[in-house]
């Protein structure tokens, strides 16, 4: 069976951060969800693109409690409203004490901060969110994608094809991600 | 006045390809128009993401017959029917005679041979489609972006980022295409 993830889609969240790492996920033979946070109803991202969800996230849920990646996009506002989702919370607990991949990019990996997740671990993010990622975490600066056993963070849109190729890789393998930069001639330039 | 970019938004597209440049072209400061091929309705992309364009061709046309920038975004199916759209053939006939941006990337510069655009140009596009580019054109393989008086082609979902970078350098200039890659940190790892 194919590994599944969720992609959780906020209002005010990055277009180009979402979609990059839906259409990368997929070209790597991962089944994904995008999941809107309140409804199915379309949302308006942080630069006035609209997108679709596949279905809200209750339903999503309702299908699927356990998929193998929760992933998160930035954007401030986006950002924000993940931060503040007792759903959201309770999701990422649940899928960090099962040892699932819980990933966020940019703005996002403050709602690890504000829903007490990945405690201990070394997270990167947008690099202006950087003093809002405090307590118990290590903060790397030098990198595009930062691992930590399952917790998987990123630091901007301009990051985004190295994020979703590591997800890749963390979910179907190496050779996978190799095909997928390949095909979207990422590298070679 | 702010500059105007046309993204035409077909069915099939490629929409990291399409979210990318919208998305970076706002960012430059550019006053942007998603528009949707057929109709405003939402569009499903070549990757099953859903799109909801700003407004149909025909109405973003109609507001405004001369964009500073026409850009067409990748996708198989998309490019195909771009390339079967007369009202596209009309508007990139028109745009290249007043010497206006004329913009492809990944499948898409395949439109601009079925309408007998950019003739004698120096273009690039997705590798896998080099062989439909046939003609009276110099085909360029080793560049992300091709520039060549005002049409700009590059290669693929993994070129999109300075496919971006390159319409806000023509559009704003350089400095403002500076500012967006380093917001979106492209550069630096
Ligand atoms: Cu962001």
Same mark, same amino acid.
């Given at each position: !069976?194919?590994?599944?993830? +969720? ?7 990055? &277009?180009?951060?979402? *979609?990059?790492?839906?259409? !990368?996920?997929? %070209? ?6 995008? #999941?809107?946070? $309140?409804? =199915? @109803? ?8 609209? +997108?679709?969800? $596949? ?6 849920? #309702?299908? =699927?409690?356990?998929?193998?990646? *929760? ?6 506002? /986006?950002? $924000? %409203? ?13 899928? &960090?004490?099962? /040892? %699932? ?6 703005? #996002?990996?403050? @709602? ?28 790397? &600066?030098? &990198? ?7 917790? *998987?963070?990123?630091? /901007?849109?301009?990051? @985004? ?8 890789? !963390?979910?179907? /393998?190496?050779?996978?991600? $190799?095909?997928?930069?390949?095909? !979207? ?5």
């Amino acid at each position: !069976m194919s590994k599944s993830a +969720l992609v959780i889609l906020a209002q005010g969240a990055e &277009e180009m951060e979402t *979609v990059i790492t839906v259409d !990368m996920l997929r %070209r790597g033979g991962v089944t994904v969800t995008l #999941a809107g946070l $309140d409804s =199915n @109803a379309p949302v308006l991202c942080s630069r006035q693109v609209t +997108l679709v969800p $596949d279905k809200s996230l209750t339903d999503a849920l #309702a299908e =699927n409690p356990q998929f193998d990646a *929760v992933i998160l996009p930035g954007g401030l506002e /986006g950002s $924000d %409203r993940l931060s503040k989702s007792s759903i959201v919370g309770t999701l990422l607990k649940d899928h &960090e004490k099962n /040892g %699932r991949i819980v990933a966020a990019i940019c703005a #996002a990996p403050t @709602a690890f901060v504000a829903h007490g997740i990945a405690k201990g671990k070394k997270l990167t993010s947008y690099p202006t969110t950087k003093d809002k990622i405090s307590g118990d975490y290590t903060y790397v &600066e030098g &990198e595009r994608v930062v691992v930590d056993d399952n917790i *998987v963070t990123s630091r /901007g849109p301009g990051t @985004a094809y190295w994020f979703g190729l590591k997800l890749i890789e !963390m979910l179907t /393998g190496k050779e996978k991600a $190799d095909q997928v930069e390949k095909g !979207m001639i990422i590298s070679g330039y």
